[in-house]
T-cell receptor, first 109, second 113 residues
Framework: GQNIDQPTEMTATEGAIVQINCTYQ??????LFWYQQHAGEAPTFLSY??LDGLEEKGRFSSFLSRSKGYSYLLLKELQMKDSASYLC??????????WGAGTKLIIKP | KAGVTQTPRYLIKTRGQQVTLSCSPI?????VSWYQQTPGQGLQFLFE???????NKGNFPGRFSGRQFSNSRSEMNVSTLELGDSALYLC????????????FGPGTRLTVT
């Protein structure tokens, strides 16, 4: 079967760094997305990884290891506005997107 | 450039009724995907339309159907509503395929009583 695992909830402190992990088992792999979703709002695109390694985009970075079926999203210098759910999605062999249940990130002052 | 719009934003229906939701993609986007989102379940893929053709379909019963018009606008229909259909229904558009960066609409919150 196809499966994507993310922690349900994480808590971090303003100004700190947090790493949100995503592990996947899918029928093939053609890329991995991270989306951010604030409560009551639509998801918005954060990053896309197709090759192994780290992609940095400002305070946010995303890492991929295809051999381990693993990705993480790294958020630095956390701000209160980063409180949101973070969704991991994998593009499988038939080019369908398989979504994780999301990780709710709570930022405390 | 205007974003993805969905109508209506909120809807209350009774079991057994049917409902039609509408989605207007970003101008120039030809792919429209529909998702169901419930607490703790993440995004569940319903279907994707491209150039008026259904390109992919998720694991939902036949009560869920959709279509896309020549202007790329899309509608989703749910017949014989069940309590379990209560959810946020999100529409997302992308240039060529749902597997590229998607832009989501604000969603339609459907409550079935």
């Amino acid at each position: 079967g196809q499966n994507i695992d993310q922690p349900t909830e994480m808590t971090a402190t303003e100004g700190a760094i947090v790493q949100i992990n995503c592990t996947y088992q899918t029928s093939g792999f053609n890329g991995l997305f991270w989306y951010q979703q604030h409560a009551g709002e639509a998801p918005t695109f954060l990053s896309y990884n197709v090759l192994d390694g780290l992609e940095e985009k400002g305070r946010f970075s995303s890492f991929l290891s295809r051999s381990k079926g693993y990705s993480y999203l790294l958020l630095k210098e956390l701000q209160m506005k980063d409180s949101a759910s973070y969704l991991c999605a994998v593009k499988s062999c038939n080019y369908q997107l398989i979504w994780g249940a999301g990780t709710k990130l709570i930022i405390k002052p | 450039k205007a974003g993805v719009t969905q109508t209506p934003r909120y809807l209350i229906k009774t079991r057994g009724q049917q409902v039609t939701l509408s989605c207007s993609p970003i101008s120039g986007h030809r792919s429209v995907s529909w998702y169901q989102q419930t607490p703790g379940q993440g995004l569940q893929f319903l279907f994707e339309y491209f150039s008026e053709t259904q390109r992919n379909k998720g694991n939902f019963p036949g009560r869920f159907s959709g279509r896309q018009f020549s202007n790329s606008r899309s509608e989703m229909n749910v017949s014989t509503l069940e309590l379990g259909d209560s959810a946020l229904y999100l529409c997302a558009s992308s240039l060529e395929s749902a597997t590229y960066e998607q832009y989501f609409g604000p969603g339609t919150r459907l409550t079935v009583t």
